[in-house]
């Protein structure tokens, strides 16, 4: 086998092809319901100044009603 030069090599392009999402599988990101999003997601949030991030995980849990939820790392700026 002949090395060559990556001038000399022949490429080929590749495209991922449309599909259509199947609806009994999963949903259309713009279509998918609010607590989907809440469920698998993260809340992007500016935290203020004062309270821990501990007690702001506690109000997001309790605002939302849910079991788990937690920060990657500190929230202060």
């Known amino acids: 086998m002949k090395l060559l030069p990556p001038w000399e090599m022949e490429r080929e392009t590749v495209s991922k092809a449309k599909a259509e999402t199947d609806a009994t599988i999963g949903y259309d990101p713009y279509r998918r ?13 500016d935290k203020p100044p004062g309270p821990s991030s501990h007690e702001v995980v506690a109000w997001v849990k309790r605002m939302l009603e849910l079991q788990h939820a937690g920060h990657g790392g500190t929230l202060d700026a």
């Open 33 to 45: 319901p609010i607590d989907f999003h809440i469920r698998f997601g993260v809340v992007n949030l």
